[in-house]
């Protein structure tokens, strides 16, 4: 996590144009750390169907509606949503990168 939040205040200061080999650097701590919530994300996901299934036998839950809202409530739901907009915000970051990447290989190429 302090690698995510380090690499979102560098962009958000302006940091990486002027170090495209930093800019490099950070989108694969990136990639690493996407993966690595993928693995926890993958863990949480395969324990969902027997939590609902619990969730389920409860007659005051009558609707899948319902069921996921009760789900959500979990500790599973929770670190479940908190996982995916983790990743989300890694996407928009490493696109983020990838562009400032792009403009300077440009530059650098429009100097030969």
Do not use: H
């Not at 395969?46 to 036998?57: F, V």
Request: charged share 25%; proline share 4%.
């Amino acid at each position: 996590m302090d690698n995510i939040n380090r690499i979102a205040k560098n962009l958000t200061n302006g940091t990486y144009p002027n170090n495209p080999v930093m800019c490099a650097d950070d989108r694969a701590i990136l990639s690493g750390e996407y993966a690595f919530i993928c693995g926890q994300l993958e863990i949480i996901l395969s324990r969902k169907p027997a939590l609902w299934n619990t969730i389920r036998e409860n007659p005051m839950i009558k609707s899948d509606t319902a069921c996921e809202r009760k789900y959500q409530q979990t500790e599973d739901g929770i670190n479940e949503m908190g996982l995916k907009l983790r990743l989300k915000s890694i996407e928009k970051m490493m696109n983020g990168l990838s562009g400032l990447l792009k403009l300077a290989e440009g530059q650098k190429n429009n100097q030969w």
